[in-house]
C-alpha cells in the first residue's frame, strides 16, 4: 500500500481501516487557498457511500487489487457466489456491497472481480449487460409521443422502462449501474 494523493476514479483505497472505492473525484483550487479533492467513496464492505473532502497534501493508501475474471454461479438471500473458471474455487460476496448491480446479474455470465486478501470486495460492471424481457404492456396504437417509454419487467426481475416499440421476449441492453435501457439487443 503506498500513499497517493493522485486520486482517479476506480481507484481503490484505504479509510478507517476499510477498503473503499473511489466512485467520483473533484479537484478544486480556489485563488490563493490551498487545493483540495471531494471524493466521494464506496465501502467494500457495506456498500455505503460517503462524501470525503481532502487538503491537496493530505493522503491516503492505495491498496493493491488484483483483477480476475468469474463466473457468476446464484445468489440466495444474502451472497452471491462466484466461481474461478481457472482453479473452479468459489467466492461469496455480500449482496450490500454489491448494490443495485446484483438486480441485472445473469448465472452463467463472466464478470470481472476485484480480489484483496484472497476474498472478493466488489464486481466491476460491464457497461451493458443483455436481458430478456418477460413482461410488459402491449403499444397502445396512435401513442406516439418522442421518446414514450413504458415499464418492462427482466428476467432477472429488475424493472427498466423502455421504449414502446419493445415487446415480451425481445432482448434489451441495460447499462447496470444506472439501470437504464440502452438499445435493442439483435
Known sequence: MA???DFKKGMVVMYK??????????????????AHYK???????SGRVIPLTLKSNEK?????????NMQFLYSDDTNL?????NTYEQFSLSKDQVGDIVLYMKAGDQYTVGVYNDQIIYIKPPAQVVL?????????????????TKEAVLESGAKIQVPLFIKIGDKVKVNPETGEYAGKAS
Do not use: C, W
Request: charged share 25%; hydrophobic share 35%; no cysteine.
Open 3 to 5: 500513499p497517493t494523493n
Open 17 to 34: 481501516d476499510e477498503p473503499h472505492l473511489i466512485i467520483d473525484v473533484e479537484h478544486s483550487f480556489y485563488g490563493r487557498g490551498m
Open 39 to 45: 471524493l466521494k467513496l464506496k465501502s467494500l464492505s
Open 60 to 68: 491516503l493508501n492505495e491498496i493493491e487489487v488484483s483483477y480476475k
Open 81 to 85: 457466489y462466484f466461481m474461478d473458471p
Open 132 to 148: 430478456e424481457v418477460k413482461e410488459t404492456a402491449a403499444a397502445v396504437k396512435g401513442n406516439t409521443a418522442q421518446n414514450a
